[in-house]
């Protein structure tokens, strides 16, 4: 997600995919009621008792919910057609006595951008609309290896909302809603995967995140969402923005089932410069346990500066007691100022990498009606006529004239400073994460250093909507994150369910 855009009229037609039908067969046990909101833990459990539920069922049970509800939400764009197959064939294997890892038979949906074998990729876009996608991404291989089901690919804000569509919006899926209020911020742009989570059409998503569209839908849904450090996961396979910042993250409802599909989709690219040094073989759920925030030095963001300029921070209620918990927990709190890194050029080098790696992986891609972005923009004026500007984005980005060597210095002095905008009070007071209040924004400058970040629930707001408090550390900080938001999020016990 990338916030410029926002609210930007429309006057196009779109049509919501339709959701194919399946048969659906006989399943020997029914689901209990309840189970849409099940832990990973807890459906692992169930089907491994006798007579207990079966992957099968589970997925025939969510298609069935998803074609019910998401005529509300518009958060899933296409179901799997494999899937019951999949999860036939997984049944058997536990059966048989062999089990993959925790998530087998656990049905996991994805976003739109993630290349998924026999189904579309297509950013929420008709004009990515074509042949099928002819492999897996490397990260969905990685997840079908460890036995989890692919249910289908979540609607997300078009082209990851630099059409310059609003959050939650695509011409393909139409408006994707807040299960917990259909007017409220849904996010973007992996809005799809975190509004299914939130209401029980999944246990896990798959998100993708340039600069927030894993951590602020999370946010406004009232899941957990993890933007891990870039480079950490294998990103091949996945419709690019800037491999300055992109990267895959799990969204769940817990943070251990978080950690779970982490150490799932764990598998880095040997030739991805990003992930050079990137940890390998890590348990992301060792450090999950009881007592794990007693003495860890957490900070807070007590002022920001920008420009010389400093400023005091109002805490939420909210938030107030979110660092309430964290240090009845034993956490020692460090106020800290948290600097503003100069964003002046941001904008620019963030859309001139847009152009370029947009253009070569339509270039590449086989089957679809656009080879490049100028195709793409003459695709969606021919469609939706040009009586009004709906891609004032995608025009904006075309015309960019920067070339990758004149770019690529600015990039590195601009990560760099982003960089010690963190690394400086972490440094400085011997932190082991920061926590901020999520309408803080600390996520974007946390997203622009390649540094991970995990939006974990902390309530509701005077008008009953989640709110989330942000955690965020330095590069491959992800283990200690974990177990600090999981110690926060069993303390707290601040996650609410929709009421769908």
């Given at each position: 997600?990338?916030?410029?855009?926002?609210?930007?009229?429309?006057?196009?037609?779109?049509?919501?995919?339709?959701?194919?039908?399946?048969?659906?067969?006989?399943?020997?046990?029914?689901?209990?009621?309840?189970?849409?909101?099940?832990?990973?833990?807890?459906?692992?459990?169930?089907?491994?008792?006798?007579?207990?539920?079966?992957?099968?069922?589970?997925?025939?049970?969510?298609?069935?919910?998803?074609?019910?509800?998401?005529?509300?939400?518009?958060?899933?764009?296409?179901?799997?057609?494999?899937?019951?197959?999949?999860?036939?064939?997984?049944?058997?294997?536990?059966?048989?006595?062999?089990?993959?890892?925790?998530?087998?038979?656990?049905?996991?949906?994805?976003?739109?951008?993630?290349?998924?074998?026999?189904?579309?990729?297509?950013?929420?876009?008709?004009?990515?609309?074509?042949?099928?996608?002819?492999?897996?991404?490397?990260?969905?291989?990685?997840?079908?290896?460890?036995?989890?089901?692919?249910?289908g690919k979540t609607n997300m804000t078009e082209l990851a909302g630099f059409r310059g569509a609003p959050d939650g919006w695509s011409t393909?899926?139409?408006?994707?809603?807040?299960?917990?209020?259909?007017?409220?911020?849904?996010?973007?742009?992996?809005?799809?995967?975190?509004?299914?989570?939130?209401?029980?059409?999944?246990?896990?998503?798959?998100?993708?995140?340039?600069?927030?569209?894993?951590?602020?839908?999370?946010?406004?849904?009232?899941?957990?969402?993890?933007?891990?450090?870039?480079?950490?996961?294998?990103?091949?396979?996945?419709?690019?923005?800037?491999?300055?910042?992109?990267?895959?993250?799990?969204?769940?409802?817990?943070?251990?089932?978080?950690?779970?599909?982490?150490?799932?989709?764990?598998?880095?690219?040997?030739?991805?410069?990003?992930?050079?040094?990137?940890?390998?073989?890590?348990?992301?759920?060792?450090?999950?346990?009881?007592?794990?925030?007693?003495?860890?030095?957490?900070?807070?963001?007590?002022?920001?500066?920008?420009?010389?300029?400093?400023?005091?921070?109002?805490?939420?209620?909210?938030?107030?007691?979110?660092?309430?918990?964290?240090?009845?927990?034993?956490?020692?709190?460090?106020?800290?100022?948290?600097?503003?890194?100069?964003?002046?050029?941001?904008?620019?080098?963030?859309?001139?990498?847009?152009?370029?790696?947009?253009?070569?992986?339509?270039?590449?891609?086989?089957?679809?009606?656009?080879?490049?972005?100028?195709?793409?923009?003459?695709?969606?004026?021919?469609?939706?006529?040009?009586?009004?500007?709906?891609?004032?984005?995608?025009?904006?980005?075309?015309?960019?004239?920067?070339?990758?060597?004149?770019?690529?210095?600015?990039?590195?002095?601009?990560?760099?400073?982003?960089?010690?905008?963190?690394?400086?009070?972490?440094?400085?007071?011997?932190?082991?994460?920061?926590?901020?209040?999520?309408?803080?924004?600390?996520?974007?400058?946390?997203?622009?250093?390649?540094?991970?970040?995990?939006?974990?629930?902390?309530?509701?707001?005077?008008?009953?909507?989640?709110?989330?408090?942000?955690?965020?550390?330095?590069?491959?900080?992800?283990?200690?994150?974990?177990?600090?938001?999981?110690?926060?999020?069993?303390?707290?016990?601040?996650?609410?369910?929709?009421?769908?």
């Open positions: 997600m990338f916030g410029i855009g926002s609210g930007v009229s429309f006057f196009v037609n779109y049509s919501h995919n339709t959701l194919p039908v399946q048969s659906s067969p006989a399943i020997s046990k029914p689901i209990p009621a309840g189970t849409e909101y099940a832990s990973v833990r807890e459906l692992a459990e169930q089907m491994s008792r006798p007579g207990g539920i079966t992957s099968q069922g589970l997925v025939n049970y969510l298609q069935e919910r998803i074609r019910t509800l998401d005529p509300q939400l518009s958060s899933v764009i296409e179901l799997n057609p494999q899937a019951l197959e999949s999860a036939r064939a997984l049944d058997q294997e536990r059966a048989n006595g062999k089990v993959r890892g925790p998530l087998h038979g656990i049905p996991v949906l994805l976003k739109d951008t993630i290349e998924t074998a026999g189904m579309q990729t297509s950013a929420g876009a008709f004009a990515l609309v074509g042949e099928a996608a002819g492999k897996n991404a490397p990260l969905v291989e990685y997840l079908i290896s460890q036995g989890a089901v692919i249910l393909r899926g139409g408006q994707t809603r807040n299960p917990h209020h259909p007017d409220a911020q849904v996010g973007g742009s992996s809005s799809g995967s975190a509004a299914a989570v939130a209401a029980g059409l999944a246990p896990l998503a798959v998100g993708a995140e340039t600069n927030g569209s894993i951590i602020v839908p999370a946010a406004f849904n009232g899941v957990v969402g993890l933007k891990p450090s870039v480079g950490l996961l294998d990103r091949n396979g996945i419709i690019p923005a800037s491999q300055h910042q992109d990267t895959p993250g799990p969204i769940a409802r817990s943070v251990f089932d978080a950690a779970l599909m982490l150490n799932a989709m764990s598998g880095r690219d040997p030739h991805d410069p990003a992930s050079v040094n990137a940890p390998e073989g890590v348990d992301y759920t060792q450090l999950l346990v009881p007592g794990a925030l007693k003495g860890k030095r957490i900070g807070y963001p007590a002022t920001f500066s920008a420009n010389g300029e400093v400023q005091a921070v109002e805490n939420s209620a909210q938030f107030s007691k979110a660092l309430e918990v964290l240090e009845a927990q034993g956490a020692v709190l460090v106020p800290i100022n948290l600097r503003m890194a100069d964003e002046s050029r941001y904008e620019e080098l963030l859309l001139s990498d847009v152009k370029d790696e947009l253009n070569g992986y339509l270039a590449k891609r086989t089957g679809l009606p656009v080879k490049s972005l100028a195709e793409l923009i003459k695709f969606n004026e021919d469609r939706d006529g040009t009586d009004t500007d709906h891609q004032p984005l995608l025009k904006q980005i075309n015309a960019s004239i920067l070339e990758p060597e004149q770019r690529e210095t600015a990039w590195e002095k601009l990560i760099e400073d982003f960089r010690s905008s963190v690394d400086e009070p972490i440094k400085t007071h011997k932190l082991d994460a920061i926590v901020s209040d999520f309408d803080t924004n600390s996520y974007f400058g946390v997203a622009a250093a390649g540094y991970p970040g995990i939006a974990v629930p902390s309530g509701t707001n005077e008008d009953g909507l989640p709110t989330a408090a942000h955690f965020f550390g330095t590069r491959w900080s992800e283990p200690t994150l974990l177990a600090v938001a999981h110690g926060y999020e069993q303390a707290a016990q601040t996650a609410t369910r929709p009421g769908l």
